[in-house]
C-alpha cells in the first residue's frame, strides 16, 4: 500500500510551474556561487556594495543627489572643507549575505523625469553593475524619492543670497 503513494506526481508539477523556488535550479541553495571555491570563500563588505550601487545609480540621466535634505545639507558641508570629499554612500543603505544582496536607495529626481522609468533604469544599472563586480545576486532594489529638483533650486543660490544681504548691510 506504501508503493502507490510514493509515485505520486504532484512534486514534478510544483518545480515546473516555480522553476526559481526549486533547489536544483537555484545556485544559492545548490551551493555552487562565484565566491565559494574548494580553494576558499570571498567575503565583501557591505561599504563595496553600497559604493558600487551608489555609483551605478549616479551614471543614469535624472538623479540629481541622494539622501535626505538633512544628509545632503551635511554633505555640501562636509565637501568645503580642505580634504573633505563627497561620500559615494550617501542615501545608500544596503544589506549584503554571503550570496545575496538588497540595495535601498534614497534619490532626489530632476524636474520633468518620469519618475517610473528612471527608478527602472536605476535598478537595472545597479543589478548589472553589484552582480558583474561582486557575483553577489541582487534580490531587490527599493527607490526612495524624497524630494524634486527644480531647475532654479541650486545651491549657488544660498551663497547668493548670503553675499547679497552682506552688501546691503554695508
Known amino acids: 500500500m506504501s508503493t502507490p503513494s510514493t509515485q505520486t506526481p504532484s512534486p514534478a508539477p510544483r518545480s515546473t510551474t516555480s522553476p526559481a523556488t526549486s533547489p536544483a535550479t537555484s ?8 565566491l565559494e571555491s574548494t580553494q576558499g570563500r570571498t567575503t ?6 553600497a559604493k ?3 555609483l551605478a545609480a549616479r551614471e543614469i540621466d535624472g538623479v540629481h543627489g541622494f539622501g535626505t535634505s538633512a544628509a545632503r545639507a ?3 558641508i562636509t565637501e568645503r572643507i580642505p580634504g ?3 561620500s559615494t554612500t550617501q542615501g545608500v543603505s544596503v544589506e ?7 540595495v535601498d536607495l534614497t534619490i532626489v529626481v530632476d524636474y520633468g523625469i518620469a519618475i517610473a522609468d528612471l527608478a527602472r533604469a536605476i535598478r537595472r ?9 561582486t557575483g553577489l ?3 531587490e532594489v527599493n527607490v526612495n524619492v524624497v524630494d524634486l529638483h527644480l531647475p532654479g533650486d541650486d545651491t549657488d543660490s544660498d551663497t547668493d543670497t548670503a553675499t547679497t544681504a552682506q552688501a546691503r548691510v554695508r
Open 137 to 139: 545576486e541582487v534580490v
Open 52 to 54: 558600487i550601487a551608489g
Open 84 to 86: 573633505g570629499r563627497s
Open 44 to 49: 565583501i563588505a557591505d561599504g563595496v556594495v
Open 27 to 34: 545556485p544559492a541553495t545548490a551551493g555552487t556561487s562565484p
Open 96 to 102: 549584503v549575505g554571503e550570496r545575496q544582496a538588497a
Open 74 to 76: 551635511f554633505g555640501a
Open 125 to 133: 544599472n545597479v543589478i548589472t553593475a553589484v552582480q558583474q563586480m
